[in-house]
């Protein structure tokens, strides 16, 4: 570690101590080039992964799927049967590796602690107040210290974009580390929600704000708004926790959710993972897929690639 | 004035009701044109088309299937000429817009025909109803490159199933213009996929592709890729329609069991109030 890496992490860990120093950090941070990033995402879209290479970017993504269901409709058996398929996502076929985390409401943790006890699953839980975020900051850190007290070991929290938009970076700030205090030894991942935040300027700012509070992981999406991730923000995202490692020396893991639905939307991903931060990302310990019908499609092209023949959702459970 | 510079067509494939080029950027000459040559991944994509269609199209209403097909009727009629200009002979542009009027007719009767009230020995109802059996790949007959086509397209749809067809290798402009025909028709986009190219590329892999419902051989000419498909199909208990025989009269009548094949018979009991 070099002196001057040292004496900014000094410096940064000062930042949250005032809310001009918070603003002035955050605004002093370089604009996004929005065409640019634009670009830059399309063109790594481009690239074409084929045979052995597909092959091992399915099995790494499959292991980096957070499989996910948050719906008013969840029910413990339905929640289980998730479970069941993260810890063995296709049956008939004992090579293919497990997910990476099972993501649910806290109501529905204990019901899939029982199913994954033992095993290497992440059991991730939304918390303080998802989606909307909109609730007394005690009634958040209830909720998180209920997930983690039933068994979650990764905590997915919204940050207060009204707040955030508002430009009371201070406070969004305090949230998360009280939030992180409430986690104890679970990892945070802190989501930005990228759809209300208008700019890639915000986004840039939001991560920023999200690591230096002490997140482990800064996630793009809920899912629940019209516009979930998507190629540029993530880029964009990826960028700051580059940046962050070089100034700080510490690592912070990307979680795009919502919209990712095929095989080749995530070899993309994968493919911008490597060229922005490098393979030491290309680990589900540091980069994570949010979704839920992007495992279907994963499992159909792996069966295509070990049998030949194209298989049809019919084959595949429903979730 | 300069003289006008003529306009020339790219003959593309026809998938979820758009016409994109082959995936693969391949065409080949064929009929003095430059048509797409589809890959096996173009018959995947057609593959997810049309199951993406079958809830839409085996969910609306007979009567409603039947006045699509009367509209696509009416259209090829309109482009009789189009098509006489392709070189096809005017009696086989009539007999195909003969036999798909045919086949709309039979959307709201096939039910009638193949289902019906079933005497059990018990305080029942039983009842059974002919439904689509869902995505049904085709390999069209060579020629006659029209009728031929119209004469397994029709039968395949007019129940509600939809099609991936893998079109004449040596006459595909016909089955493009029907494309055209198709897609001015209100027929839901996927419901009719119209591939063009080498049938030894994209057949084996509709044959083997576990999505596909049935399978209809009629235009595969070589015996032994016939049966090659034939035991691809087997592993999901695909139906089978064999080859035509080489003298097959597609002027004829048609039959009924090109639709019926196409079909799967739900049975209902209910039991009966006393």
Redesign the interface.
């Known amino acids: 570690m070099t002196a001057t890496t040292t004496s900014a992490r000094s410096e940064l860990s000062e930042l949250g101590r005032s809310e001009t120093a918070l603003r002035t950090f955050l605004h002093g941070l370089p604009g996004v080039d929005q065409v640019g990033a634009e670009q830059r995402a399309a063109q790594l879209g481009t690239r074409s992964i084929k045979t052995t290479a597909k092959a091992q970017a399915i099995d790494l993504a499959i292991r980096m799927v957070d499989l996910t269901t948050l719906e008013g409709a969840d029910t413990p058996g339905k929640v289980r049967a998730l479970a069941a398929k993260a810890l063995r996502p296709d049956p008939a076929d004992p090579s293919c590796p497990h997910v990476g985390a099972v993501c649910v409401y806290p109501a529905m943790v204990p019901h899939v602690a029982e199913v994954l006890r033992g095993s290497a699953v992440h059991l991730a839980s939304v918390a303080t107040a998802f989606p909307s975020g909109q609730a007394p900051l005690e009634i958040k850190l209830a909720d998180t210290r209920a997930a983690v007290a039933a068994g979650a070991d990764e905590i997915d929290m919204v940050i207060n974009r009204g707040a955030f938009l508002a430009g009371r970076y201070q406070e969004v700030y305090d949230e998360i580390v009280a939030t992180k205090e409430a986690c104890g030894d679970a990892h945070l991942k802190v989501i930005l929600e990228t759809g209300e935040l208008a700019t890639y300027d915000n986004v840039r700012r939001a991560s920023w704000l999200a690591m230096l509070a002490g997140g482990d992981f800064v996630k793009t999406s809920t899912g629940k708004v019209p516009v979930a991730a998507t190629m540029p923000v993530t880029l964009v995202m990826l960028e700051a926790v580059r940046d962050f490692r070089a100034a700080t020396g510490r690592q912070v893991g990307v979680k795009p959710a919502g919209g990712i639905k095929t095989t080749k939307d995530a070899i993309k991903y994968l493919v911008m993972v490597n060229e922005t931060v490098g393979p030491d990302w290309l680990d589900p310990d540091w980069f994570r897929f949010g979704a839920s019908s992007l495992l279907n499609d994963l499992l159909m092209q792996r069966t295509k690639l070990t049998t ?8 595949f459970t429903l979730d | 004035m300069s003289e006008r510079v003529a306009v020339r067509k790219t003959y593309k494939l026809f998938i979820g009701g758009k016409f994109p080029r082959s995936e693969s950027g391949r065409s080949y000459l064929v009929q003095s044109s430059n048509v797409s040559l589809a890959s096996r991944k173009d018959a ?1 994509d057609a ?1 997810v088309a049309a ?1 993406a269609a079958v809830k839409g199209w085996a969910g609306a209403t007979a009567y409603n299937r039947g006045q699509i097909l009367y509209r696509a009727a009416e259209m090829l009629e309109g482009r009789r000429e189009q098509f006489v200009a392709l070189g096809i002979p005017g009696d086989e542009v009539d007999a195909a817009v003969d036999r798909w009027v045919w086949y709309a007719g039979w959307a709201d009767k096939i039910a009638q025909v193949y289902g019906g009230a079933n005497p059990v020995a018990g305080p029942y109802f039983n009842l059974s109803a002919p439904e689509p059996t869902g995505v049904v790949a085709v390999v069209a007959p060579e020629r006659p490159a029209l009728l031929g086509l119209v004469s397994v397209i029709a039968p395949a749809i007019v129940s509600g199933n939809t099609v991936v067809v893998a079109a004449s290798p040596t006459e595909p402009l016909a089955a493009v213009t029907l494309a055209e025909v198709l897609a001015t028709s209100d027929l839901p986009g996927g419901v009719v996929n119209i591939l063009t190219g080498a049938i030894t590329e994209t057949a084996p ?1 509709l044959a ?5 419902n049935a399978i209809d051989l009629t235009g595969v000419t070589d015996a032994t890729l016939a049966t090659d498909l034939e035991v ?1 199909a087997a ?1 999901n208990l695909k139906r089978v329609l064999r080859p035509a025989p080489g003298d097959h009269d597609w002027f004829a009548g048609p039959g009924l069991a090109r639709m019926t094949t196409l079909l799967e018979t739900k049975t209902v009991w209910h039991p009966k109030g006393v």
């Not at chain 1, 030949?308 to 084959?315: A, I, K, L, M, Q």
């Not at chain 2, 083997?208 to 596909?212: E, K, W």
């Open positions: 030949g023949t194209y298989s049809g959702p019919d084959y | 995947r593959v199951r892999t083997s592709h576990l999505d596909v691809k592993e």
